[in-house]
């Protein structure tokens, strides 16, 4: 028997099935809440002496000062060069074609004069200063460091400040060395809650941002969505998610493994596989029996398959496209013949990858788009992170004295309607 559910859109209870696959809430688990919450007043109220006994409490790494937990940019040149050349080759290579793509998404200031002399526009900005939360201890992700902290540079903020995990004092050099490359500005060995309670409110050692990015646990997720408000944050992710549409002509190895490459994320992650033919969705499922024993995190994928994971048979690919808009996916592949003509008809995704040779895995890694995505169907109404998360508008207005006469009875009479007086006076005193 499968470990993945077998579904059908014949089913007379399709649609129950699937949403009741799909269901996913982030709920505030209240130990979690709990422990956030201290952590955060500690941070607040003690600055750097509670980072320090979180530090050696969670990390088991105690030192005396915030500066012992900082890294000086000649350590990552050193991590860099430490590195195997195959290894700096990939990180420069990854962060060169991301650069490149990201170079494409900066807006720009402009503005525009009217007849009578008023001139309205919109000048962009960047942030000041950006804090990138970058997990750690139980694997290293040099490309969370690219991915958040690329943009952040392309768009001109002024200080990127990394912070990142070193349990028991345990570095890595590929986390390190990205930051070399990204152009990280300072290093902070800190990690988990206070980590972000230090970027949110600033501690004497650690200044405070003005927006924090970057993936972390239940703990992580819940202090920043916690601090929203107090700074920015890029979004509160739910658990990886993989959609594959494929028309049955595909390797049914590579779809096995496309589905694996997000299962193995985390229990919670959801893989799913949309096919017009049958006997194709035969093929994966027993490709998925036979591979899934080589896999190292086996046990990962085994529980998200058979817990959020699905085969479904759909009629057609038009009827495909409409459940990939259902879900609205963090990842879909279109493994078809001609991906274009489906293209056309998806609405909702955070990132679609077009054609059998493009593996939702070079979208991770190297291909050039950010990887940090919309999840748990939030692809409806939000983007993916890039080049305008670090930037902000600010509206211009530069009214001439024919201008006060032609918009200020339109402002004295809308404002007189609204009951606000001086409003209405404020307008009427320029012309």
Known sequence: MSIITRLSTSDANFAEKLGSLLAFEATQDEGVESTVT???????????????????RF???????????????????????????????????????????????????????????????????????????????????????????????????????????????????????????????????VGGVQAVAALAYGTNSIPQVDKIVGPGNAYVAAAKRRVFGVVGIDMVAGPSEILVICDGATDPDWIAMDLFSQAEHDEMAQAILLSPDTAFLDRVSARIESQLAVMPRRQVIEVSLRDRGALIHVCSLDEACDIANQIAPEHLELSVEDPEALLDRIRHAGAVFLGRYASESL??????????????????????????????????????????ASLGPIAAELADGEGLAAHAQAARLRY
């Open 38 to 56: 201290e952590i955060l007043l500690a941070v607040r109220q003690h600055g750097d002496k509670a980072v320090l006994d979180y530090t050696a």
């Open 59 to 189: 990390d088991k790494l105690a030192v005396n000062t915030v500066g012992e937990l900082t890294l000086p940019a000649e350590q990552l040149r050193a991590a860099f060069a430490r590195l195997p050349q195959q290894q700096r080759h990939a990180l420069e290579t990854a962060a060169s074609r991301i650069r490149a793509y990201h170079d494409k998404q900066r807006v720009e200031s402009w503005g525009f004069v009217e007849a009578d002399g008023t001139r309205l526009g919109q000048k962009v900005t960047a942030l000041d200063r950006v804090g990138v939360y970058v997990p750690g201890g139980k694997a290293a992700y040099p490309s969370t460091v690219l991915m958040n902290t690329i943009p952040a540079k392309v768009a001109g903020v002024g200080e990127v400040i990394m912070v990142v995990p070193t349990p028991k004092g345990q570095r890595n050099d590929l986390v390190l060395a990205a930051a070399h490359i990204a152009g990280v500005d300072r290093v902070f060995t």
């Open 363 to 404: 979208g991770d890694y190297c291909a050039g788009p950010n990887h940090v995505l919309p999840t748990a169907r939030t692809a409806r109404f939000s983007s993916p992170l890039g080049v305008y998360d670090f930037q902000k508008r600010t509206s211009l207005v530069s009214v001439s004295a024919d201008g006060a």
